[in-house]
């Protein structure tokens, strides 16, 4: 891809709270339309989980089934539980496309996590279209729009690497999810067009940050161009190297990028004993953010230390974000009310 800048998301994980007002906040202002029903720009997994579409780290070019895989629309057993008396029928959701109780969906398995009592552990992992510098989805539309003669309906734009879909070129072929690892695009049940989340372009566009970002109650996000090395992105992506892309083993060049859940020690033995090993296995980071989640954990156990003993840590304080504005910059963004200083 031949983009001059890159726009870029850093999302801290150990801050994340799985509130999921990113997905909410997202929805009310970009998919409340029709066809949308089973649509998402972003969503909030659980890890470690199946995610949302169930099982996508290993569907490889797989189309996702959007019963099987999604989980279906929704509706619910109203009829039975208002006739029913109390305590004897109990609200379920029922997939409008089978008729049948849901067995899946997008957060069926929130919380559960893994390990056993007394050392059980999750973390949250909001996801969204990672607007990847080597992005495969791009590369299919523009063959197969090449191949009808005319122009691609997927584009990664030059002036700030935001991979962007046409929906007068889409013709639903459904490549673009196929060749997504991240199983990102989602298609509109109306039109059977394909959508994904384009970074709120609009808002952008007027110099605002998205809007799952500014809406972040835990302050988590961050948003700004990855050249700017003033940018927080910047510092924690180029020059504290603590946010990494997630599954880099696809080889596509994420530009969202997360900070790992940091690893508390210790584990706990029965009696509350500890263990020394961490709370959160490292194979399974390792698994998510590859290899250099080692280093980048080791960076934050050092700040941390640093910070515990009252020295100055620029790091610490941009992984805080005392003017929640400033994760944004250079973009101009909305004040809030009551901002915090």
């Not at 991240?182 to 298609?187: H, I, L």
């Not at 927080?232 to 060049?253: C, H, I, M, Q």
Request: hydrophobic letters at 30%; proline letters at 9%.
């Amino acid at each position: 891809m031949d983009e001059q800048r890159q726009l870029t998301m850093v999302v801290n994980l150990d801050k994340c709270i799985g509130c999921q007002t990113c997905t909410t906040t997202c929805r009310t202002h970009r998919l409340d339309r029709p066809g949308c029903e089973l649509s998402r720009y972003i969503w909030c997994e659980t890890r470690p989980g199946q995610g949302w579409p169930k099982g996508w780290m290993d569907m490889g070019r797989k189309v996702p089934h959007r019963v099987n895989d999604y989980g279906g629309t929704w509706t619910f057993n109203w009829d039975k539980v208002y006739g029913a008396k109390a305590g004897t029928e109990y609200l379920r959701p029922i997939v409008k496309e089978t008729g049948k109780p849901a067995t899946w969906g997008p957060l069926w398995d929130e919380d559960e996590g893994a390990g056993d009592w007394p050392n059980g552990y999750y973390f949250y992992l909001p996801r969204l279209c990672n607007h990847c510098s080597d992005a495969p989805c791009v590369k299919s539309c523009e063959e197969h729009c090449a191949k009808g003669g005319r122009p691609s309906a997927m584009r990664k734009r030059e002036q700030d690497g935001i991979v962007v879909i046409d929906p007068e070129q889409c013709d639903a072929c459904g490549l673009c999810v196929a060749s997504c690892p991240y199983k990102v695009p989602m298609q509109n049940m109306d039109n059977g067009k394909y959508e994904m989340c384009d970074f709120c372009l609009l808002r952008v566009e007027n110099q605002y940050a998205p809007v799952c970002a500014k809406s972040c109650p835990a302050r988590a996000m961050y948003f700004g161009y990855l050249d700017d090395a003033n940018s927080y992105v910047s510092k924690l992506v180029n020059e504290y190297r603590v946010a990494l892309p997630l599954r880099p083993d696809f080889g596509t060049r994420p530009n969202v990028f997360y900070v790992p859940p940091f690893v508390r020690p210790p584990r706990l033995e029965e009696g509350y004993r500890p263990t020394g090993e961490p709370d959160v296995p490292i194979d399974l980071l390792r698994s998510y953010f590859g290899p250099q989640v080692d280093d980048a954990l080791a960076t934050l156990r050092e700040h941390r230390q640093m910070a515990e003993r009252g020295e100055p840590s620029e790091l610490m304080d941009l992984l805080i974000i005392y003017r929640w504005a400033d994760a944004f910059a250079p973009l101009e963004v909305l004040a809030p009310e009551n901002p915090i200083e």
